[in-house]
């Protein structure tokens, strides 16, 4: 198992950057692929970026691309998302997860991860 813990967020102004932390704890991270999800407000949780167990392969959800980068850190258990030229419609709670995997393929749906943080929340001002 993994326990995973966010933090960074907060209220920003539109063009804006925040770098979002995933705290592990718990087995090896290099076993696990990594991605980050955001949820707004009556919507669905949506994929924004993920990352394979060693780094090589990230994947982005296209209103992210240019934007957002993912990367992760195994010796420090961290995951991390940089975000960039931050608009409103990023507002949203993130959440960071992982997946016990044995391959390099990233997944880019939420019901392929098996642990979840709690979530923390990004607000956008225009």
């Known amino acids: 198992q993994v326990q995973l813990v966010e933090s960074g967020g907060g209220l920003v102004q539109a063009g804006d950057s925040l770098r979002l932390s995933c705290a592990a704890s718990?087995?090896?991270?290099?076993?696990?692929?990594m991605g980050w999800f955001r949820q707004a407000p009556g919507k669905e949780r949506e994929f924004v970026a993920g990352?394979?167990?060693?780094?090589?392969?990230?994947n982005y959800a296209d209103s992210v691309k240019g934007r957002f980068t993912i990367s992760r850190d195994n010796a420090k258990y961290t995951l991390y998302l940089q975000m960039n030229s931050l608009q409103p419609e990023d507002t949203a709670v993130y959440y960071c997860?992982?997946?016990?995997?044995?391959?390099?393929?990233?997944?880019?749906?939420?019901?392929?991860?098996?642990?979840w943080g709690q979530g923390t929340q990004v607000t956008v001002s225009s």
């Open positions: 997860a992982a997946h016990l995997v044995f391959d390099e393929n990233v997944r880019a749906t939420a019901r392929a991860y098996e642990y």
């Open positions: 718990g087995r090896t991270l290099s076993m696990y692929v």
């Open positions: 990352i394979s167990r060693s780094g090589v392969l990230t």
